[in-house]
């Protein structure tokens, strides 16, 4: 980390940080730990999840974009925290807060069942390796999750630059019963609407690799 990106880590943390107590890990999260987001925002709103927020190439424009809601990001890499704190204060957005923890087990403990609006998860990471896929974060249990954690309607928005992960993801997710591939061009695949183009993504469109979006919707 660069010094500056220390040092919007650190205002970050006290002014738009979420602090839970730690599990067995750093990163992980203590089975006693809970929050009310309506206090930590100081407000009740549509609440938007993002797993992965990486330095905040998607979360800083699109929350900008919707002021009505609330963003609550999930990331464990102190420097691209470092980096999205620095964007969130120059943005002067009020209407994000982050955890330092591990997102998976965040929706799962920290988020109520019919709480969650939208879930973000763009260029999780693909373990490509074969050995590697039970790493994934896209498998039949966190769709069971995500199903849970959404409010009926609420929205599941996933990314990927690699194909064969691509088409992973949307056969679990079609194989949810409460979840509806709302995707409107061919094969079920989703506009990437207002999403901006990330750091991961330029990599993999620098690469030759094809961009998918998907987008499900809780049934009920």
Not at 29 to 45: M, P, Q, V
Not at 54 to 68: K, N, Q, V, W
Request: proline content about 5%; aromatic content about 8%; some cysteine.
């Amino acid at each position: 980390m660069t010094p500056s990106q220390w040092q919007a880590l650190e205002r970050g943390r006290t002014n738009f940080g979420i602090a839970v107590p730690s599990g067995e890990r750093e990163t992980t999260i203590s089975t006693e730990a809970n929050i009310n987001l309506d206090k930590e925002f100081g407000r009740s709103a549509d609440l938007v999840v993002e797993i992965g927020c990486g330095m905040g190439d998607s979360l800083i424009p699109m929350a900008s974009a919707r002021p009505e809601k609330n963003f609550l990001a999930f990331e464990v890499y102190q420097r691209a925290l470092g980096a999205m704190c620095a964007k969130v204060e120059k943005a002067g957005l009020t209407n994000i807060r982050f955890i330092e923890a591990d997102g998976v087990q965040g929706l799962c403990q920290l988020i109520a069942d019919g709480q969650l609006s939208e879930l973000w998860t763009y260029f999780p990471d693909p373990w490509h390796k074969k050995r590697h896929h039970k790493r994934r974060l896209v498998n039949p249990e966190f769709a069971e999750v995500v199903a849970a954690k959404l409010s009926p309607g609420g929205r599941w928005w996933l990314a990927t630059d690699w194909p064969e992960y691509a088409h992973v993801m949307k056969e679990v997710l079609d194989g949810n019963p409460n979840l509806r591939n709302a995707g409107t061009l061919d094969d079920g695949w989703a506009d990437r609407e207002d999403r901006p183009v990330t750091k991961f993504e330029r990599r993999g469109i620098e690469a030759g690799r094809p961009i998918r979006d998907l987008m499900y919707v809780k049934t009920n």
